[in-house]
């Protein structure tokens, strides 16, 4: 997703239309041989300070989407601005399109991995967890991993969220291609929620790369 975007925006949702032409085109050369497409709504797309949100890092900002209304425009904003694009090529939108038969919602965001990722995200559960407890008139306790209550809060926030992105997608943007997300992990906690989906999909690997320097770089 990031790729698609122009560099010089000032925002994370103004698509380059030479990159968007491309990947039309890639689309619909697969298509035309009779190859079928799934793809993220969020991956690595980079915000700017247009967005006017609080994280810039990809894998922070999943943290957000849950708890932070202006976070889930701007996921929607994105979404909308790429399924209801109309394809030259194949002379759909992306949302009609029977060739894209699945979608992933956010790749890889279950909270209990993204909570934390950041002081500005820690800081934000901390406090909404406290919130929790008062309004559900419990004891106040830690926000950590081994606490199941807050392990209970962070399940609720981010079933509220799926069910909110699954409805937007599907009614707002009539999108007709099977819907899914949290494509990692293996708690059983996530098996509830993923019965929300129409398929599931989930991200395992053998022999997964090292790095004997930086991460993701070659020496």
């Known amino acids: 997703d990031s790729g698609m975007l ?10 380059d239309p030479a990159e968007m ?7 619909a050369a697969l298509k035309k041989r009779g190859i079928y497409i799934t793809t993220d709504l969020f991956t690595s797309r980079r915000l700017k300070p247009g967005d006017r949100l609080p994280e810039t890092n990809p894998r922070s900002t999943k943290a957000w989407f849950q708890s932070d209304s202006a976070a889930l425009e ?9 399924l209801t694009h109309r394809n030259p090529y194949t002379g759909r939108t992306w949302a009609e399109e029977p060739a894209l ?20 995200a820690a800081a934000l ?3 909404k967890f ?5 309004k559900h008139n419990l004891p106040p306790s830690k926000a950590a991993h081994n606490n199941p209550v807050f392990r209970l809060f962070l399940h609720e926030l981010q079933e509220a ?11 707002e943007l009539g999108v007709k291609a099977l819907v899914t997300s949290l494509n990692c992990g293996r708690e059983i906690p996530l098996a509830l929620l993923r019965d929300h ?3 599931v999909d989930n991200h395992a690997y053998f022999d997964h790369p090292g790095f004997p320097k930086n991460r993701w770089n070659l020496p």
């Open 6 to 15: 122009r560099r010089g925006a000032n925002d994370g949702l103004t698509f």
């Open 21 to 27: 032409d491309k990947l039309d085109y890639l689309f």
């Open 74 to 82: 701007n996921w929607k904003t994105f979404a909308r601005n790429w």
């Open 101 to 120: 038969y699945c979608i992933n919602l956010v790749n890889e965001e279950p909270l209990t991995l993204y909570w934390n990722r950041s002081k500005a």
């Open 125 to 127: 559960y901390r406090k």
């Open 130 to 134: 406290q919130e929790y407890c008062e």
């Open 161 to 171: 969220a799926l069910v909110e992105q699954i409805r937007f997608v599907k009614e």
């Open 197 to 199: 989906f129409d398929v």
